[in-house]
Protein backbone atom coordinates (compact mmCIF):
# COMPACT_ATOMS: atom_id res chain seq x y z
CA UNK A 1 0.00 0.00 0.00
CA UNK A 2 1.49 3.44 -0.85
CA UNK A 3 1.56 6.67 1.85
CA UNK A 4 -1.06 8.16 0.19
CA UNK A 5 -3.44 5.66 0.64
CA UNK A 6 -2.05 4.79 4.31
CA UNK A 7 -2.54 8.59 5.20
CA UNK A 8 -6.39 8.23 3.53
CA UNK A 9 -6.98 5.49 6.06
CA UNK A 10 -6.18 8.10 8.62
CA UNK A 11 -7.86 10.62 7.53
CA UNK A 12 -10.93 8.07 7.29
CA UNK A 13 -10.08 6.99 10.91
CA UNK A 14 -10.16 3.85 9.79
CA UNK A 15 -7.89 1.51 12.01
CA UNK A 16 -6.78 -0.51 8.86
CA UNK A 17 -3.98 2.60 8.81
CA UNK A 18 -2.60 1.14 11.83
CA UNK A 19 -2.43 -2.53 10.18
CA UNK A 20 -1.16 -0.72 7.48
CA UNK A 21 1.29 1.37 9.10
CA UNK A 22 2.63 -1.29 11.25
CA UNK A 23 2.79 -3.67 8.31
CA UNK A 24 5.10 -1.03 5.82
CA UNK A 25 6.90 0.69 8.70
CA UNK A 26 6.80 -1.42 11.63
CA UNK A 27 9.86 -2.98 11.55
CA UNK A 28 11.48 0.92 10.54
CA UNK A 29 10.33 2.56 13.68
CA UNK A 30 11.18 -0.47 15.63
CA UNK A 31 14.85 0.08 14.66
CA UNK A 32 14.93 3.29 15.28
CA UNK A 33 13.73 3.23 19.07
CA UNK A 34 15.71 0.07 19.53
CA UNK A 35 18.80 1.93 18.52
CA UNK A 36 17.94 4.50 21.15
CA UNK A 37 16.97 2.23 24.07
CA UNK A 38 18.21 -0.89 23.38
CA UNK A 39 15.70 -3.11 25.00
CA UNK A 40 12.98 -5.10 22.78
CA UNK A 41 10.14 -4.13 25.46
CA UNK A 42 10.92 -0.55 25.79
CA UNK A 43 11.32 -0.39 21.63
CA UNK A 44 8.08 -2.58 21.03
CA UNK A 45 6.62 0.52 23.15
CA UNK A 46 7.63 2.92 21.74
CA UNK A 47 6.38 2.09 18.15
CA UNK A 48 2.92 1.27 19.84
CA UNK A 49 3.30 4.98 21.10
CA UNK A 50 4.19 6.38 17.39
CA UNK A 51 0.75 4.59 16.04
CA UNK A 52 -0.78 6.52 18.73
CA UNK A 53 0.92 9.70 18.15
CA UNK A 54 0.38 9.23 14.07
CA UNK A 55 -3.53 8.30 14.62
CA UNK A 56 -3.74 11.97 16.75
CA UNK A 57 -1.81 14.08 14.33
CA UNK A 58 -3.80 12.58 11.38
CA UNK A 59 -5.62 14.49 11.18
CA UNK A 60 -5.34 17.56 11.21
CA UNK A 61 -1.83 17.02 9.31
CA UNK A 62 -0.81 15.63 5.99
CA UNK A 63 2.33 14.08 6.01
CA UNK A 64 4.24 14.61 2.77
CA UNK A 65 7.13 12.00 3.18
CA UNK A 66 5.21 9.49 6.16
CA UNK A 67 8.37 7.48 7.05
CA UNK A 68 9.99 10.79 8.23
CA UNK A 69 6.89 11.76 10.19
CA UNK A 70 6.86 7.95 11.96
CA UNK A 71 10.46 8.24 12.41
CA UNK A 72 10.64 11.59 13.93
CA UNK A 73 7.53 10.40 15.68
CA UNK A 74 9.39 7.35 17.00
CA UNK A 75 12.44 8.86 17.78
CA UNK A 76 10.83 11.33 19.59
CA UNK A 77 9.27 9.49 21.84
CA UNK A 78 12.18 7.17 22.33
CA UNK A 79 14.20 10.04 23.09
CA UNK A 80 11.77 11.18 25.60
CA UNK A 81 11.07 7.46 27.32
CA UNK A 82 15.35 7.73 27.73
CA UNK A 83 15.42 10.65 29.11
CA UNK A 84 12.34 9.72 30.85
CA UNK A 85 13.28 6.77 32.52
CA UNK A 86 17.32 7.25 32.43
CA UNK A 87 17.48 4.39 30.36
CA UNK A 88 20.95 5.33 29.70
CA UNK A 89 21.89 3.80 33.17
CA UNK A 90 21.10 0.65 31.99
CA UNK A 91 24.77 1.33 30.24
CA UNK A 92 23.66 0.15 26.82
CA UNK A 93 22.52 2.13 23.82
CA UNK A 94 23.95 4.38 20.94
CA UNK A 95 22.68 7.18 22.93
CA UNK A 96 25.59 7.47 25.06
CA UNK A 97 27.91 7.55 22.60
CA UNK A 98 26.50 9.86 20.31
CA UNK A 99 25.40 12.22 23.13
CA UNK A 100 29.31 12.54 24.18
CA UNK A 101 30.00 12.85 20.31
CA UNK A 102 27.80 15.74 19.85
CA UNK A 103 28.97 17.58 22.96
CA UNK A 104 32.46 18.27 21.28
CA UNK A 105 31.00 20.12 18.42
CA UNK A 106 29.13 22.61 20.69
CA UNK A 107 31.31 25.75 21.34
CA UNK A 108 32.69 26.33 24.37
CA UNK A 109 32.45 30.10 23.83
CA UNK A 110 31.42 32.41 27.13
CA UNK A 111 28.40 32.98 26.48
CA UNK A 112 27.27 29.63 27.43
CA UNK A 113 24.26 31.14 29.07
CA UNK A 114 22.01 32.00 26.64
CA UNK A 115 19.62 29.22 25.27
CA UNK A 116 19.40 29.02 21.93
CA UNK A 117 16.01 27.95 20.39
CA UNK A 118 15.82 24.66 19.15
CA UNK A 119 14.32 25.86 15.82
CA UNK A 120 17.43 28.07 15.31
CA UNK A 121 19.61 25.37 16.14
CA UNK A 122 17.94 23.11 13.39
CA UNK A 123 17.91 25.54 10.92
CA UNK A 124 21.65 25.72 11.20
CA UNK A 125 21.93 22.33 10.92
CA UNK A 126 19.90 21.65 7.98
CA UNK A 127 21.72 24.09 6.28
CA UNK A 128 25.19 22.35 7.55
CA UNK A 129 23.61 19.19 6.25
CA UNK A 130 22.31 20.47 2.90
CA UNK A 131 25.80 21.98 2.23
CA UNK A 132 27.72 18.54 2.35
CA UNK A 133 27.75 15.59 -0.53
CA UNK A 134 25.03 13.21 -0.21
CA UNK A 135 26.97 10.55 1.40
CA UNK A 136 28.28 12.55 3.89
CA UNK A 137 25.39 13.88 4.38
CA UNK A 138 23.21 10.40 4.50
CA UNK A 139 26.23 9.19 6.97
CA UNK A 140 25.97 12.16 9.47
CA UNK A 141 22.05 11.70 9.53
CA UNK A 142 22.28 7.98 9.95
CA UNK A 143 24.75 8.73 12.75
CA UNK A 144 22.98 11.29 14.48
CA UNK A 145 19.12 11.27 13.53
CA UNK A 146 18.96 7.28 13.17
CA UNK A 147 22.02 6.41 15.83
CA UNK A 148 23.04 4.02 13.53
CA UNK A 149 26.35 2.44 15.10
CA UNK A 150 29.67 3.36 13.49
CA UNK A 151 30.23 -0.44 12.27
CA UNK A 152 26.93 -0.56 11.14
CA UNK A 153 27.39 2.63 8.36
CA UNK A 154 30.93 1.77 7.81
CA UNK A 155 29.54 -1.67 7.05
CA UNK A 156 26.51 -0.44 4.67
CA UNK A 157 28.89 1.99 2.39
CA UNK A 158 31.63 -0.33 2.29
CA UNK A 159 33.76 1.67 3.86
CA UNK A 160 36.41 0.94 6.98
CA UNK A 161 34.68 1.95 10.29
CA UNK A 162 37.71 3.97 11.56
CA UNK A 163 37.41 6.07 8.13
CA UNK A 164 33.66 6.51 9.05
CA UNK A 165 34.91 7.40 12.82
CA UNK A 166 37.44 10.47 11.50
CA UNK A 167 34.99 11.25 8.28
CA UNK A 168 31.95 12.21 11.38
CA UNK A 169 34.73 13.91 13.45
CA UNK A 170 35.76 16.26 10.35
CA UNK A 171 32.12 16.74 10.22
CA UNK A 172 31.77 17.59 13.72
CA UNK A 173 34.30 19.93 13.43
CA UNK A 174 32.78 21.63 10.38
CA UNK A 175 29.53 22.19 12.07
CA UNK A 176 30.96 23.35 15.13
CA UNK A 177 32.42 25.88 13.29
CA UNK A 178 29.35 26.45 11.07
CA UNK A 179 27.71 26.75 15.03
CA UNK A 180 30.32 29.47 16.23
CA UNK A 181 29.74 31.91 12.91
CA UNK A 182 26.04 31.67 13.60
CA UNK A 183 26.97 32.94 17.17
CA UNK A 184 25.23 29.86 18.45
CA UNK A 185 27.11 29.54 22.08
CA UNK A 186 25.74 27.03 25.26
CA UNK B 1 23.21 18.12 28.57
CA UNK B 2 24.66 20.10 26.21
CA UNK B 3 25.09 17.24 23.16
CA UNK B 4 21.22 16.57 24.01
CA UNK B 5 20.01 19.79 22.97
CA UNK B 6 21.92 19.21 19.44
CA UNK B 7 20.20 15.59 19.10
CA UNK B 8 16.60 17.08 19.95
CA UNK B 9 17.91 19.75 17.03
CA UNK B 10 18.21 16.76 14.91
CA UNK B 11 14.71 15.89 15.04
CA UNK B 12 13.11 18.64 13.79
CA UNK B 13 15.28 18.85 10.35
CA UNK B 14 13.53 18.47 6.83
CA UNK B 15 11.88 15.33 6.11
CA UNK B 16 13.51 15.60 2.74
CA UNK B 17 16.90 14.90 4.43
CA UNK B 18 15.81 12.41 6.64
CA UNK B 19 14.06 10.20 4.25
CA UNK B 20 16.98 10.79 1.45
CA UNK B 21 19.51 9.09 4.24
CA UNK B 22 16.85 6.25 4.72
CA UNK B 23 15.67 5.80 0.90
CA UNK B 24 19.92 5.70 0.21
CA UNK B 25 20.42 3.30 2.42
CA UNK B 26 22.21 1.04 0.67
CA UNK B 27 22.83 -2.54 1.15
CA UNK B 28 25.86 -4.10 2.85
CA UNK B 29 28.80 -4.41 1.31
CA UNK B 30 31.00 -7.61 1.84
CA UNK B 31 33.00 -7.35 4.62
CA UNK B 32 36.91 -6.91 3.64
CA UNK B 33 38.00 -10.56 2.69
CA UNK B 34 34.31 -11.88 1.71
CA UNK B 35 34.71 -11.71 -1.40
CA UNK B 36 37.44 -13.35 -1.44
CA UNK B 37 36.88 -16.25 0.78
CA UNK B 38 33.17 -16.58 -1.30
CA UNK B 39 35.18 -17.14 -4.66
CA UNK B 40 37.62 -19.92 -2.88
CA UNK B 41 33.97 -21.63 -1.17
CA UNK B 42 32.53 -21.20 -5.04
CA UNK B 43 36.16 -22.60 -7.06
CA UNK B 44 35.99 -25.86 -4.40
CA UNK B 45 32.25 -26.60 -5.37
CA UNK B 46 32.92 -26.36 -8.66
CA UNK B 47 36.05 -28.15 -8.61
CA UNK B 48 34.27 -31.09 -6.48
CA UNK B 49 31.42 -30.98 -9.02
CA UNK B 50 33.49 -30.95 -12.26
CA UNK B 51 35.83 -33.75 -10.34
CA UNK B 52 32.20 -35.88 -9.56
CA UNK B 53 31.23 -35.61 -13.65
CA UNK B 54 34.16 -36.61 -14.59
CA UNK B 55 34.14 -39.67 -11.84
CA UNK B 56 30.67 -40.38 -13.29
CA UNK B 57 31.56 -40.13 -16.98
CA UNK B 58 34.68 -41.80 -16.70
CA UNK B 59 34.54 -44.27 -14.06
CA UNK B 60 37.93 -46.05 -12.74
CA UNK B 61 37.69 -49.06 -14.27
CA UNK B 62 39.89 -52.66 -12.78
CA UNK B 63 40.25 -56.12 -14.00
CA UNK B 64 41.93 -58.96 -13.85
CA UNK B 65 44.40 -60.36 -16.09
CA UNK B 66 45.36 -63.82 -15.71
CA UNK B 67 49.00 -65.16 -16.28
CA UNK B 68 50.45 -68.78 -16.44
CA UNK B 69 52.96 -69.51 -13.33
CA UNK B 70 50.27 -69.56 -10.41
CA UNK B 71 50.87 -71.56 -7.43
CA UNK B 72 49.50 -75.47 -7.85
CA UNK B 73 48.93 -74.90 -12.03
CA UNK B 74 46.54 -72.15 -10.99
CA UNK B 75 47.01 -68.71 -13.02
CA UNK B 76 48.92 -66.06 -11.52
CA UNK B 77 46.26 -62.70 -10.98
CA UNK B 78 47.14 -59.57 -11.39
CA UNK B 79 45.10 -56.44 -10.73
CA UNK B 80 44.92 -54.54 -14.04
CA UNK B 81 44.42 -50.79 -14.23
CA UNK B 82 44.45 -47.76 -16.13
CA UNK B 83 48.30 -46.79 -17.32
CA UNK B 84 49.37 -50.04 -15.72
CA UNK B 85 51.08 -52.89 -18.09
CA UNK B 86 50.63 -56.54 -16.57
CA UNK B 87 51.73 -59.94 -17.67
CA UNK B 88 49.39 -62.20 -18.84
CA UNK B 89 49.16 -65.60 -20.92
CA UNK B 90 48.07 -67.55 -23.52
CA UNK B 91 45.97 -70.28 -22.11
CA UNK B 92 44.74 -73.21 -23.80
CA UNK B 93 41.35 -74.54 -24.34
CA UNK B 94 40.58 -77.96 -24.28
CA UNK B 95 39.80 -77.59 -27.81
CA UNK B 96 43.14 -76.06 -28.65
CA UNK B 97 42.39 -72.52 -28.66
CA UNK B 98 44.60 -70.32 -27.07
CA UNK B 99 43.03 -67.32 -25.26
CA UNK B 100 43.78 -64.74 -22.58
CA UNK B 101 41.25 -64.47 -19.69
CA UNK B 102 40.10 -61.43 -17.73
CA UNK B 103 37.79 -61.22 -15.26
CA UNK B 104 35.81 -58.06 -13.49
CA UNK B 105 33.59 -57.88 -10.54
CA UNK B 106 30.16 -58.66 -11.24
CA UNK B 107 27.31 -56.38 -10.35
CA UNK B 108 25.85 -59.30 -7.93
CA UNK B 109 28.12 -60.52 -5.96
CA UNK B 110 25.50 -63.53 -5.74
CA UNK B 111 25.30 -64.14 -9.31
CA UNK B 112 26.82 -67.13 -11.34
CA UNK B 113 29.88 -66.43 -13.27
CA UNK B 114 29.34 -64.83 -16.45
CA UNK B 115 31.19 -65.55 -19.58
CA UNK B 116 31.89 -63.55 -22.34
CA UNK B 117 34.20 -64.01 -25.47
CA UNK B 118 35.74 -61.60 -27.91
CA UNK B 119 37.44 -63.14 -30.93
CA UNK B 120 40.07 -61.57 -33.36
CA UNK B 121 40.37 -64.96 -35.16
CA UNK B 122 38.52 -65.56 -38.29
CA UNK B 123 38.09 -69.51 -38.06
CA UNK B 124 36.73 -69.57 -33.87
CA UNK B 125 33.96 -72.27 -33.85
CA UNK B 126 32.11 -68.86 -31.27
CA UNK B 127 32.37 -71.93 -28.86
CA UNK B 128 34.69 -72.28 -25.62
CA UNK B 129 35.74 -75.40 -23.59
CA UNK B 130 37.13 -74.89 -20.12
CA UNK B 131 40.62 -73.37 -20.09
CA UNK B 132 43.61 -75.14 -17.89
CA UNK B 133 44.00 -73.40 -15.13
CA UNK B 134 41.29 -71.16 -14.85
CA UNK B 135 38.05 -71.74 -12.13
CA UNK B 136 35.69 -69.47 -12.80
CA UNK B 137 34.47 -68.29 -9.73
CA UNK B 138 30.81 -66.71 -8.31
CA UNK B 139 30.13 -62.97 -8.70
CA UNK B 140 32.85 -62.37 -11.17
CA UNK B 141 32.51 -61.83 -14.86
CA UNK B 142 34.93 -63.42 -16.58
CA UNK B 143 35.99 -62.41 -20.67
CA UNK B 144 38.01 -64.75 -23.02
CA UNK B 145 40.06 -63.10 -25.78
CA UNK B 146 40.96 -65.29 -28.65
CA UNK B 147 43.47 -63.55 -30.54
CA UNK B 148 44.52 -64.03 -34.31
CA UNK B 149 47.61 -65.87 -33.61
CA UNK B 150 48.39 -64.98 -37.52
CA UNK B 151 48.77 -61.54 -36.62
CA UNK B 152 51.73 -59.88 -34.89
CA UNK B 153 51.02 -58.31 -31.90
CA UNK B 154 49.80 -56.03 -30.55
CA UNK B 155 46.36 -57.11 -29.90
CA UNK B 156 43.90 -54.92 -29.08
CA UNK B 157 40.12 -55.54 -28.29
CA UNK B 158 37.63 -53.69 -26.83
CA UNK B 159 34.28 -54.83 -25.18
CA UNK B 160 31.59 -53.01 -22.81
CA UNK B 161 31.41 -54.51 -19.00
CA UNK B 162 27.37 -53.76 -18.42
CA UNK B 163 26.93 -52.63 -14.80
CA UNK B 164 23.32 -52.75 -14.79
CA UNK B 165 23.66 -51.33 -10.78
CA UNK B 166 24.24 -47.22 -12.25
CA UNK B 167 22.12 -47.88 -15.77
CA UNK B 168 25.31 -47.36 -17.59
CA UNK B 169 27.85 -48.83 -19.96
CA UNK B 170 31.57 -48.06 -20.90
CA UNK B 171 33.73 -49.53 -23.40
CA UNK B 172 37.18 -50.48 -21.94
CA UNK B 173 39.47 -51.07 -24.36
CA UNK B 174 42.61 -53.68 -24.01
CA UNK B 175 45.86 -53.57 -25.63
CA UNK B 176 48.07 -56.38 -24.93
CA UNK B 177 51.50 -56.20 -26.25
CA UNK B 178 54.57 -59.02 -26.22
CA UNK B 179 58.40 -58.26 -25.31
CA UNK B 180 60.32 -61.29 -25.83
CA UNK B 181 57.66 -64.07 -25.56
CA UNK B 182 56.16 -62.41 -22.96
CA UNK B 183 52.72 -61.00 -22.99
CA UNK B 184 51.79 -57.77 -21.37
CA UNK B 185 47.96 -56.22 -20.96
CA UNK B 186 47.67 -52.79 -20.73
CA UNK B 187 44.12 -50.75 -19.99
CA UNK B 188 44.34 -48.57 -22.50
CA UNK B 189 40.93 -46.29 -22.07
CA UNK B 190 37.73 -46.67 -20.59
CA UNK B 191 35.31 -44.24 -22.48
CA UNK B 192 32.44 -42.15 -20.99
CA UNK B 193 29.19 -44.15 -19.39
CA UNK B 194 26.73 -44.60 -21.92
CA UNK B 195 23.49 -44.34 -20.28
CA UNK B 196 21.28 -48.05 -20.68
CA UNK B 197 17.73 -48.96 -19.69
CA UNK B 198 18.16 -51.30 -16.49
CA UNK B 199 17.72 -54.88 -17.69
CA UNK B 200 19.05 -54.15 -20.77
CA UNK B 201 22.67 -54.78 -20.09
CA UNK B 202 23.19 -58.44 -19.62
CA UNK B 203 22.14 -58.45 -23.21
CA UNK B 204 24.61 -56.38 -24.37
CA UNK B 205 27.00 -58.52 -27.23
CA UNK B 206 30.60 -58.40 -26.06
CA UNK B 207 32.43 -57.04 -28.91
CA UNK B 208 33.27 -59.12 -31.72
CA UNK B 209 35.14 -57.42 -33.92
CA UNK B 210 35.82 -60.40 -36.25
CA UNK B 211 32.09 -61.74 -35.94
CA UNK B 212 29.93 -61.56 -38.86
Do not use: H
Not at chain 1, 73 to 91: D, F, Q, S
Not at chain 1, 168 to 176: D, H, I, T
Not at chain 2, 158 to 187: C, D, N, R
Not at chain 2, 200 to 208: G, N, V, Y
Amino acid sequence: MDDSAIINLYWQRSEAAIAATSGKYGRYCYSIAYRILRNDQDAEECVNDTYLGAWKSIPPNRPACLSAFLGKITRNAALNRCKREAVEKRGSGEIKLVLSELEDCIPGAAGMEQWIESKALTAVLEQFLYGQPPMRRNIFIRRYWFMDSVGDIAAAYGISASKTASLLFRMRKCLKKDLEKEGIAF
Amino acid sequence: MKGEDLLLAMGGIDDALIAGAYARRPRRSPRPGTVRRVLTAACLCLTAVLVLAVCQLFPSFAMTAYAAGGEQGAAACTLLTAGNRVPVSLFQTKSGDSVFVFSFPADDPEAQAWTGVVYDRPDFSGCLESVAGISEEKGRCYLYYVPDLNREPPYRFTFYPPQESVGSVAAVSVTITEAAGAYAAELTSVSRRIPIRKGLSLQLPIDAPGSP
